[in-house]
C-alpha cells in the first residue's frame, strides 16, 4: 500500500488527499470481492449439505418402500452441482457411482415425492408385472440376469425403437403399430424442449436417443437403473393394424411393391378376380405371407422375440387397448405430463374394434389362423392376452385387452 501510495504522489495530477481516497476505494472494492466469494463458497457448502441430507431421506424412503414391496417415488429431476442420485439404493451404492460417474449426463438430486398411484392402477400394474415375470419363468424358463449388461441380454435382442432420456431417467420400448409414432413423437418433442435446450444442440435424428445408438458401457449404465417401460398391443389387431397401414393406405414405394409381390404370390388369377385389387392384397392373403415367408419384419413381428422381454424387468407395462389411462398413469411416474402427452391417431386406434378385428379374422381360414397363434404365442402369454379359440371368438373388448 506504501508503494501504491508513493506512486499515487509522484503523478502530479494527484493531491495527497485524492492518493489516499483513491487507494481507501480500492482496498474497500477488494475486501468486497473477497467476502463474497467466501459468502458463496459457504453458501455453496450449505446448499449441497441440505442436497447430501435431502438425498439420505430419499434413499430411506426409497428402501422403505422397496421393502415394503411398493413403487418407489417420483423421479423429479432438479440440476444441482456435484450431487449424484440414490437412483437405485437397493443396488450397490459403489457399483451404481462407477455407472453413473462413467455417464456423460447431466447430475440430479431426487425430491422424495412419492408417487402416487391410485388403486386401479396399482392394481393393473402389479397383475400385468407378475403375470408377465411368471410366464416366462414357468413357460419359458427365463429370468432377467442378475446384472442387465449388454453382454449378458441375447445378441438378436432389438432396441431400434427403445428411446431412452437421460433427465429423467427412463427408456420406452414399443414396437411398430403399437402408437409408436405418437409415442416417438411425444419423447422427440421431450428431447427437443428440455435436452437440446440444456445441450444447446441443434440437429439430431430419432436414432440418437434409441437404446441402439449408445456403446456397451453407457448402454449398461442406464439399462441398470433407469425406469423401464413397455407398450404393448393385442397381437391380431396389431396384425391387422399392420395391414391396413403398410399394405392397404401406404404412399411407401416398399410397401407398394411388397403388396404386389403378394398377390403375385397368392392370387392364382389376378386378371379374373376382378372384385380385387390387382394391387392389394387382401387380409387372407396378407397374412398367408406373413405365417409363410417373412414374420420378421419390425412392423408385424412377434414383440417378444424382438425384445427379448422375458431378460428385462420392466417397471410399467402399457397397453394400446388402455392407453388413455396407461399414458397418463405412467406420464405423471416419470415426472413428465406437464411436457407431453400421448395421443394416438384415431386410425391405429379403429384397427382395434372388435367388429372389424372380427370381419377380417373370418375370412381366413382355420389352418392359416392357427399359425397365426402359433407365431405369436409368447406375445399371448407373456402380456396376458387372451388367446382366441377360432376366429369367432372374439366377442368384446375385454377379450382383447386380457390383463
Not at 64 to 77: D, E, M
Request: hydrophobic residues 35%.
Amino acid at each position: 500500500m506504501a508503494l501504491c501510495f508513493s506512486y499515487c504522489l509522484r503523478r502530479r495530477k494527484f493531491t495527497v488527499i485524492k492518493c489516499f481516497v483513491l487507494i481507501m476505494f480500492t482496498t474497500a472494492a477488494i475486501i468486497g470481492l473477497i467476502c463474497r466469494q467466501l459468502d458463496d463458497s459457504e453458501h455453496r457448502h450449505r446448499r449441497n449439505a441440505e442436497a447430501r441430507w435431502e438425498i439420505e431421506n430419499a434413499e430411506q424412503d426409497w428402501q422403505r418402500n422397496v421393502i415394503a414391496n411398493t413403487h418407489p417415488p417420483v423421479v423429479i429431476a432438479k440440476e444441482v452441482g456435484g450431487m449424484e442420485p440414490p437412483m437405485e439404493p437397493v443396488r450397490s451404492a459403489e457399483l451404481l457411482t462407477t455407472k453413473l460417474n462413467a455417464m456423460s449426463v447431466p447430475k440430479i438430486i431426487l425430491h422424495h415425492k412419492m408417487a402416487k398411484w391410485n388403486s386401479e392402477m396399482e392394481n393393473r400394474q402389479n397383475k400385468r408385472l407378475r403375470h408377465k415375470d411368471q410366464t416366462c419363468q414357468d413357460v419359458y424358463q427365463t429370468t432377467p440376469p442378475s446384472s442387465l449388461t449388454k453382454e449378458a441380454l441375447p445378441q438378436n435382442a432389438k432396441f431400434d425403437s427403445t428411446y431412452y432420456n437421460d433427465d429423467f431417467k427412463f427408456f420406452i420400448s414399443t414396437s411398430y403399430n403399437v402408437a409408436s409414432t405418437t409415442i416417438r413423437n411425444a419423447l422427440r418433442d421431450l428431447y427437443k424442449n428440455v435436452t437440446l435446450h440444456r445441450t444447446k444442440q441443434v440437429i439430431f435424428h430419432d436414432r440418437d436417443f434409441t437404446l441402439n445408438s449408445l456403446n456397451n458401457d453407457d448402454f449398461d449404465a442406464r439399462m441398470d437403473v433407469f425406469f423401464k417401460a413397455i407398450f404393448v398391443r393385442n397381437p391380431l389387431s396389431r396384425l391387422l393394424s399392420a395391414y391396413r397401414r403398410k399394405i392397404l393406405n401406404t404412399e411407401q414405394t416398399y410397401y407398394q411393391q411388397k403388396a404386389r409381390e403378394i398377390v403375385q404370390m397368392y392370387r392364382k388369377n389376378i386378371q379374373k378376380d376382378n372384385n380385387m385389387d390387382p394391387d392389394k392384397p387382401s387380409f387372407l392373403e396378407f397374412v398367408q405371407y406373413v405365417v409363410e415367408k417373412d414374420n420378421l419384419n419390425p412392423n408385424w413381428s412377434p414383440v417378444v422375440p424382438r425384445f427379448q422381454s422375458c431378460y428385462i424387468p420392466y417397471d410399467f407395462i402399457g397397453k394400446l387397448e388402455t392407453i388413455d389411462t396407461d399414458s397418463e398413469d405412467l406420464l405423471k411416474t416419470l415426472g413428465i405430463d406437464k411436457l407431453i402427452s400421448f395421443e394416438p391417431a384415431t386410425f391405429a386406434i379403429s384397427s382395434g374394434d372388435v367388429k372389424l378385428i372380427r370381419s377380417n379374422y373370418d375370412t381366413l381360414t382355420t389352418e392359416v389362423f392357427k399359425q397365426v397363434l402359433n407365431i405369436y404365442q409368447a406375445d399371448f402369454r407373456v402380456f396376458g392376452y387372451r388367446v382366441p379359440l377360432n376366429q369367432t371368438d372374439i366377442n368384446s373388448q375385454e377379450d382383447l385387452v386380457g390383463v
